[in-house]
């Protein structure tokens, strides 16, 4: 099944692949050896895009490091989804001044969704910044820190633009691909939810041609991934040419990498409810051997009148009715969910009926965040915003009706077996792993087991954490 024609074609015509980024960059010997050490915040996105830069630098000859105080180059990869990210990047630069006063080499640069959205602002207001670069500038960062050392600091650079025209290619870079990896499927979004930054932060939606997503799992699964995590701020809204006039869709994609790669295990994230059709629900029920069961579907609000001023596009019955519909196609199916609480103009009765749908759909894991007014975004400027004691009080009432709730829904696995991709072992041989269902299980194992999916039995289940033995 593995193709590795294709992927030599395609590391031929495709000047983003890899192989033509690496002798790029192999040539730039900027790094001389020097230290990088990346501060990462915020989704998977950020951490997948820290690795790539880890990856990057790794390639123009510079040295990962794990602590900043070895490093020559350090970058904040910040996230700006909610609080006052830029307040945090500030006081985080703020520490490193001591690190500065010593080696005075030391250059600092902040990337992800927070240099993307405040550009220039973040070098006049806190001079200890060198660069800033945005989210679609990563592939260039060798570039943008070589311009770096040779004003020597002199002149600070800043390359956040959009590449609007310039087609999503982004070859998976993970340095020592463990058992699971996640892989990029699209980027951006145009949902413009009334909340949220990312469509400001990550720009218009792409998604990556399908034959580049089916090859980069065939690589990954030669150099021995088990699991991929397919990845999207909304990976359901996924679509791309056929070739033949018409569309691939993300359901299409997911079948695709279920049956024409090895990978033993497939998740995706985040979905959204509204693109959330009877065709997906299709493809997972018909290779759920592969696609596991576990859906993170945010929900938001229990409210439809919330929902609509969200412009989320479903409302609360819409939302139930696909919510079963999946269960009818995926019986065993396991859900989590993020949930806003405060957002303007939520009323008690708005409040309760979140409460209401949590305990209705008996979600297993709950994400939930106070609502916190963002830049840009049509919500921030709302005028009945909601006093943050109020946003404070129905989250800590969310939290305790849930953990009531979960830790009555996870005793069904007690004395279930669970089946357990184990991705590593501890000196004391203590397994970790997860189950189909995304469950964190650990048990006593022998380091022979990682990258194995292995029967283990439940002998205790907490909401967040489960404990089992492996079953001979
Ligand atoms: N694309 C995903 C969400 C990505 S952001 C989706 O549409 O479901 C991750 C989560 O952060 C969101 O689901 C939401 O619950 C939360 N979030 C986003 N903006 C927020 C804001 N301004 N205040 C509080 N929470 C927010
Ligand atoms: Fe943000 Fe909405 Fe897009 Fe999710 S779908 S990333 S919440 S705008
Ligand atoms: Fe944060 Fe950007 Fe992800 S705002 S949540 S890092 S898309």
Known sequence: MQNNTENNILAAVDPTSIESIKSDYNSLDIGLGRGVYVSTYGCQMNVNDTERMYSLLEMAHFNPVQTPEEADLIIINACSIREKPVHKVYSEVGRYKKLKDKNPNLKIGVGGCVGQQEKEKLIKQQPLIDFVFGTDNIDNLPNLVSQVYETKGKEKIINAKFEHRAPYHVETLVRNPGVSTFVNIAKGCDNFCTFCVVPYTRGREKSRPLSHVVMDVRTLVQRGVKEVTLLGQNVNSYHTDNGAGGEYDFADLLKKVATDTDIERIRYTTSHPKDFNEKLMHVMADHQDKICEYVHLPFQSGSSSILEKMNRGYTREIY?????????????????????VGFPGETEADFQQTLDLVKEVQFETIFAFMYSPRPFTKAAQF????????????????????????????????????????ESINEQGKAQGRSTQNKLVYFMGTKELIGKTVP?????????????????
Not at 385 to 399: A, D, M, S, T
Request: proline residues 4%.
């Open 320 to 340: 139930l009715e696909k919510i079963a519909l999946m269960k009818k196609y995926i019986p065993n199916l396991v859900l989590s969910t993020d949930i806003i």
């Open 456 to 472: 283990v039995r439940i002998t205790q289940a907490f909401p967040s954490v489960f404990r089992g033995e492996l079953c001979q």
């Open 383 to 422: 005028t009945d915003q909601i006093p943050e004691y109020v946003k404070n009080q129905r989250l800590n009432h969310l939290f305790e009706v849930h953990e009531k709730m979960a830790f009555e829904l996870v005793k069904k696995y007690q004395d279930q077996t669970l089946q357990v991709l184990v």
